[in-house]
């Protein structure tokens, strides 16, 4: 089975900061990297697939880049919106979800 | 507009059954593989069990192998997890997800205690 590490598990930025998080699959997974955010209560929201395919109506302040085993999610200019729990998915054997990162408001 | 909604869920003794529903609208439900995925209360999310378009393949973790099952009625646009043999770590948020997955339900709660 492929594992995903994900990192930061909490991570406290301020408005307009340029933040990064991280996924490192224990194999190689063709770049089936997607990435999600999740707002408490709701449900999760797809914002990057195939590690850099922006999802429609999703701002482009999100990328993402990566290959093989390292991913990368960035969130070039804080919003006040955007603070919420990200993580990352592979789906290239089955489905394995990191395990979140939670953005604070520092 | 895609919509998934669970319903079903609920609290259950330890051994018993459970069916959970998730009703699809807004695309074409039988061109789409759909799956399960759950989150236990404070921890992170995992995959359960998918269905391909066509309910001829499915696949499972191997922690509900012979205890859960998933399938669809493509007449109905409605995806289903018949889970038997309930264990109190089955306890957790159950989504309905479409595809990458790129949509997911709002979840539905399954509690599992005596």
């Known amino acids: 089975d492929i594992q995903m590490t994900q990192s930061p598990s909490f991570l406290s930025a301020s408005v307009g900061d340029r933040v990064t998080i991280n996924c490192k699959a224990s194999?190689?997974?063709?770049?089936?990297l997607n990435w999600y955010q999740q707002k408490l209560g709701e449900a999760p929201k797809r914002l990057i697939y195939?590690?850099?395919n922006l999802q429609t109506g999703i701002p482009s302040r999100f990328s993402g880049s990566g290959s093989g085993t390292d991913y990368t999610l960035t969130i070039s200019s804080l919003q006040p919106e955007d603070f919420a729990t990200y993580f990352c998915?592979?789906?290239?054997?089955?489905?394995?979800f990191g395990s979140g990162t939670k953005l604070e408001i520092k | 507009e895609v919509q998934l909604v669970e319903s079903g869920g609920g609290l259950v003794q330890p051994g018993r059954s459970m069916k959970l529903s998730c009703a699809a609208s807004?695309?074409?439900?039988?061109?789409?593989?759909m799956a399960w995925v759950r989150q236990a209360p404070t921890k992170g999310l995992e995959w359960v069990a998918t269905?391909?378009?066509?309910?001829?393949?499915?696949y499972y973790r191997d922690s509900v192998k012979g205890r859960f099952t998933i399938s669809r009625d493509n007449a109905k646009s409605t995806l289903y997890l018949q889970m038997n043999s309930l264990r109190s770590e089955d306890t957790a948020t159950y989504y309905c997800?479409?595809?990458?997955?790129?949509?997911w339900g709002q979840g539905v709660m399954v509690t599992v205690s005596s």
């Open positions: 997800t479409r595809g990458g997955p790129d949509y």
């Open positions: 807004g695309f074409t439900f039988s061109n789409y593989g």
């Open positions: 269905i391909s378009y066509d309910g001829s393949s499915t």
């Open positions: 194999q190689n997974i063709n770049k089936y």
């Open positions: 195939n590690t850099n």
């Open positions: 998915l592979q789906h290239n054997s089955f489905l394995t």
